[in-house]
Nanobody, 129 residues
Framework: QVQLVESGGGLVQAGGSLRLSCAAS????????MGWFRQAPGKEREFVST????????VYADSVKGRFTISRDNAKNTVYLQMNSLQPDDTAVYYC??????????????????????WGQGTQVTVFS
């Protein structure tokens, strides 16, 4: 079992920044591929970003590339999502996710929801213009 707890969401004006955090427990954190997803009202959940076990590999959705940065601190069992230049279209519930499966190499599959078997409760991000 892996427990994931997100924090850091809130209300921000367009152009502003927020940093989301996700604290993990229940499994050796460095063995987890971590991802961020979001779901806006009336829309399906979509991939935002993912980071490899040691942090050396990252992938971003085109919609956030250049504005969002994912990072992780394995000593603190925490993954972060720094969000800059926020826009109203970024308004959504943001979810942290963990992939616990055994993978021998980094794969494009981590940019989809398929490998993620644990999810946090979500944190609301609202961007107003």
């Amino acid at each position: 079992q892996v427990q994931l707890v997100e924090s850091g969401g809130g209300l921000v004006q367009a152009g502003g920044s927020l940093r989301l955090s996700c604290a993990a427990s229940g499994r050796t954190f460095s063995s987890l591929v971590m991802g961020w997803f979001r779901q806006a009202p009336g829309k399906e959940r979509e991939f935002v970003s993912t980071i490899s076990w040691g942090g050396g590999r990252t992938v971003y959705a085109d919609s956030v590339k250049g504005r969002f940065t994912i990072s992780r601190d394995n000593a603190k069992n925490t993954v972060y999502l720094q969000m800059n230049s926020l826009q109203p279209d970024d308004t959504a519930v943001y979810y942290c996710a963990a992939a616990t499966g055994y993978y021998t190499a980094w794969s494009s599959i981590f940019a989809s929801n398929r490998p993620y078997d644990y999810w946090g409760q979500g944190t609301q991000v609202t961007v107003f213009s």
